[in-house]
């Protein structure tokens, strides 16, 4: 524990809990998601069960990961369709394949589910459609896939166990405080919810983006490269701009539109 405290590990320590807290980001948006699908009075509970489980099984993963990472790197399938797809997966790149078109799914189908007119009475009334243990399950696996870029991350600023794992814990307290406030927020705010999901999408395209690349796929000789996590932010700030203007416009279109119909019935009233 005393290592904890020397200078450098604990620059290393907060530079880890500070990457913790931006990988995080899409994390709290996915939580947030799954917590819906629970009853009301549950949510909350979801939210803080499946980050803390979480947080134990990220320090279990964390131990796995420096004790065997050789395994994680080493191919157990490859595909060589000469000219058509061909790559080596190894087990990092599976999980993070999988999440990717997981992630991807979920957006999908909850942006169906908000478009689907013979649905509205059970939206509207907050109709639980998932089990607390099942929600639980999905937020654990969900938390340990996007953990494995933070946890490969930290091991290459460090090598020291406990360093990491005081960012891990750290972060996952971090995690539990804001979740309910961000789940809080898309609640209040609802036109949000929107934008959430296209940006969870984005995130399973970039999982998948990324997978790809650690497996050396290629597909008809095109190498999938992996997207920078610069071109993520900068197409999430793009969108949180577009539903900001596009936010204003819709209420400038309303404002002008109660103007025409108030001018119409003031000329009704001094026609008649």
Same mark, same amino acid.
């Given at each position: 524990?005393?290592?904890?405290?020397?200078?450098?590990?604990?620059?290393?320590?907060?530079?880890?809990?500070?990457?913790?807290?931006?990988?995080?980001?899409?994390?709290?948006?996915?939580?947030?998601?799954?917590?819906?699908?629970?009853?009301?009075?549950?949510?909350?509970?979801?939210?803080?069960?499946?980050?803390?489980?979480?947080?134990?099984?990220?320090?279990?993963?964390? /131990? &796995?990961?420096?004790?065997?990472?050789?395994? /994680?790197?080493?191919? /157990?399938?490859?595909?060589?369709?000469?000219?058509?797809?061909?790559?080596?997966?190894?087990?990092?790149?599976?999980?993070?394949?999988?999440?990717?078109?997981?992630?991807?799914?979920?957006?999908? *189908?909850?942006?169906?589910?908000?478009?689907?007119?013979?649905?509205?009475?059970?939206?509207?009334?907050? *109709?639980?459609?998932?089990?607390? &243990?099942?929600?639980?399950?999905?937020?654990?696996?969900?938390?340990?896939?996007?953990? /494995?870029?933070?946890?490969?991350?930290?091991?290459?600023?460090?090598?020291?166990?406990?360093?990491?794992?005081?960012?891990?814990?750290?972060?996952?307290?971090?995690?539990?405080?804001?979740?309910?406030?961000?789940?809080?927020?898309?609640?209040?705010?609802?036109?949000?919810?929107?934008?959430?999901?296209?940006?969870?999408?984005?995130?399973?395209?970039?999982?998948?983006?990324?997978?790809?690349?650690?497996?050396?796929?290629?597909?008809?000789?095109?190498?999938?490269?992996?997207?920078?996590?610069?071109?993520?932010?900068?197409?999430?700030?793009?969108?949180?701009?577009?539903?900001?203007?596009?936010?204003?416009?819709?209420?400038?279109?309303?404002?002008?539109?109660?103007?025409?119909?108030?001018?119409?019935?003031?000329?009704?009233?001094?026609?008649?």
């Amino acid at each position: 524990m005393a290592e904890l405290f020397s200078l450098d590990n604990l620059f290393t320590f907060f530079m880890l809990t500070a990457l913790q807290a931006v990988l995080g980001f899409d994390n709290l948006l996915y939580i947030s998601i799954e917590s819906k699908r629970v009853r009301a009075d549950k949510q909350a509970m979801v939210r803080k069960v499946g980050i803390g489980l979480a947080i134990l099984l990220r320090l279990v993963l964390l /131990f &796995a990961i420096l004790s065997a990472v050789q395994y /994680f790197q080493t191919p /157990f399938f490859s595909v060589h369709w000469t000219g058509i797809v061909e790559g080596e997966v190894n087990v990092h790149a599976f999980i993070t394949l999988i999440g990717g078109a997981f992630i991807i799914y979920t957006a999908v *189908k909850e942006i169906m589910h908000m478009l689907a007119i013979d649905d509205l009475e059970g939206h509207a009334a907050g *109709k639980a459609t998932r089990s607390v &243990a099942s929600a639980i399950t999905w937020i654990v696996v969900m938390n340990l896939i996007f953990s /494995f870029d933070s946890i490969l991350s930290a091991m290459a600023l460090t090598n020291v166990f406990i360093v990491m794992a005081a960012a891990i814990v750290v972060s996952g307290l971090g995690m539990i405080y804001l979740a309910d406030r961000v789940s809080d927020f898309l609640q209040k705010n609802r036109m949000y919810e929107v934008l959430g999901l296209f940006v969870l999408f984005i995130v399973g395209i970039m999982l998948i983006s990324e997978g790809g690349h650690l497996a050396h796929l290629t597909f008809f000789g095109y190498k999938v490269e992996a997207m920078a996590k610069s071109t993520f932010y900068f197409v999430l700030a793009i969108l949180v701009i577009v539903d900001i203007v596009q936010g204003r416009y819709q209420r400038k279109l309303l404002a002008q539109r109660e103007h025409e119909i108030q001018l119409k019935t003031e000329a009704a009233k001094t026609a008649s």
